[in-house]
């Protein structure tokens, strides 16, 4: 069974994000609703115990999605961890998903994403994991060339 289809059943669906029917190119919509936190299982349990992690490896997969020299540890996760300390996270997770939006096309609004990020920031950023998963793995990977000199 095509992981992908757990999901939605939708016929409109293709590689796990929502497809207009007619040009067969990704919607502007989210693959999957915030409310769908559980799956996959491990994901939602690093949300909720560590979110800083998966913000830092969100961040770190938008960048590059081979996800070379990635360390969960790393320095949007302390970033992150120091904003929550004094609960200020939601403003630097809000910016981030506003990112994670123009980078995709994806439709929405900051005051809708900064509310999602303060209110609900477990269920974001699993949001956020999932899309940004499922659009990379679609397009696969490919490395740009380096700069070269006529």
């Known amino acids: 069974m095509d992981p992908n289809s757990q999901h939605n059943t939708d016929p409109n669906m293709k590689s796990g994000f929502a497809v207009d029917s007619s040009s067969g190119m990704p919607t502007n919509k989210w693959s999957s609703p915030f409310y769908e936190f559980w799956d996959p299982v491990d994901t939602m349990l690093c949300s909720w115990?560590?979110?800083?992690?998966?913000?830092?490896?969100?961040?770190?997969?938008?960048?590059?999605?081979?996800?070379?020299?990635?360390?969960?540890?790393?320095?949007?996760?302390?970033?992150?961890?120091?904003?929550?300390?004094?609960?200020?996270?939601?403003?630097?997770?809000?910016?981030?998903?506003?990112?994670?939006?123009?980078?995709?096309?994806?439709?929405?609004?900051?005051?809708?994403?900064?509310?999602?990020?303060?209110?609900?920031?477990?269920?974001?950023?699993?949001?956020?994991?999932?899309?940004?998963?499922?659009r990379t793995e679609a397009a696969g990977y490919q490395r740009t060339s380096p700069m070269s000199y006529p």
Not at 74 to 89: E, M, S, V
């Open 49 to 134: 115990c560590c979110p800083c992690f998966m913000f830092g490896r969100n961040q770190h997969r938008r960048r590059d999605p081979a996800m070379s020299g990635f360390s969960y540890f790393n320095g949007d996760c302390c970033l992150w961890l120091c904003l929550a300390y004094c609960g200020c996270y939601g403003i630097f997770q809000g910016l981030k998903r506003i990112e994670t939006r123009k980078q995709y096309g994806i439709e929405g609004n900051e005051v809708l994403d900064f509310a999602g990020s303060c209110c609900l920031p477990c269920c974001m950023l699993i949001q956020e994991d999932k899309e940004i998963t499922r």
